[in-house]
């Protein structure tokens, strides 16, 4: 599954000059990402309402859905999560990449790369794939970090529900460069441009209990890591 071959409600149908098609645009970017925004319809009859919300997530391209699966969690109570289950959700995921400046408002714009999925969430409840899919998790925001942990308690595990998404639906919209100005705009003058927008990863900082040093994945954090070389490293005593 090469391409991204939209069904026609993840069909980009604005600004379809900045759709991407290439499906390992879309694995990039959500390798380079951290936070997905999960929108669900929650309640019951007139009190139904759409909720979206910010979430961590892993992904296994290899997973058991179509198209591999992404992974996100929370509380067995979670009121978002109950609603999700078995439900169609959406799953956004976008990373800011500049700022468009140009010489009238309506021009104005943002560089960024943003990926939709849509699709059915499923309950994880094979005890294996919740585990992997927990420490996916996780090491999606630390690689390496599942492995120095003690392993989930049962009460833990108990208490925390899983869900699948497939990734075969999806859609992506990229933009990068300057501003597209009206040439009267360009001949009347004015500054034009854009301002490139990165992620600033600092040293990591130990709290008050810790006596080991720094672990060397933790530390790894504080360089570029994905597809993207928007990520930089500025010391804290630089800032």
């Known amino acids: 599954m090469d391409a991204l071959s939209p069904t026609p409600r993840s069909t980009v149908r604005r600004g379809r000059n900045r759709a991407v098609t290439d499906r390992a645009a879309l694995h990039a970017l959500l390798a380079d990402g951290l936070v997905a925004h ?10 139904r309402h759409p909720v979206v919300l910010p979430c961590a997530y892993a992904v ?6 179509d198209g591999g699966t992404l992974y996100v969690h929370g509380s067995v109570a979670a009121r978002w999560l109950v609603g999700a289950t078995d439900a169609t959700v959406c799953v956004t995921v976008t990373e800011l990449d500049g700022l468009v400046l140009a010489r009238s408002g309506f021009h104005h714009s943002m560089n960024y790369r943003s990926a939709v999925v849509i699709g059915t969430a499923r309950p994880v409840t094979d005890d294996a794939e919740r585990a992997r899919a927990l420490d996916a998790i996780v090491d999606h925001m630390a690689p390496g970090r599942s492995a120095t942990l003690r392993p989930a308690t049962r009460k833990e595990l108990a208490a925390t529900a899983v869900l699948a998404v497939p990734l075969r639906e999806a859609s992506m919209k990229e933009r990068a460069g300057t501003p597209v100005d009206d040439p009267d705009d360009v001949a009347a003058g004015g500054w034009g441009g854009h301002v490139p927008v990165r992620r600033v990863v600092g040293a990591a900082v130990p709290d008050a209990d810790t006596r080991e040093p720094v672990p060397a994945h933790v530390a790894a954090l504080a360089t570029p890591r994905g597809s993207s070389d928007l990520r930089e490293v500025v010391p804290i005593a630089a800032r």
């Open 38 to 47: 999960l929108g669900v319809d929650v309640g019951d009859g007139a009190e």
């Open 60 to 65: 296994d391209l290899d997973g058991p859905d």
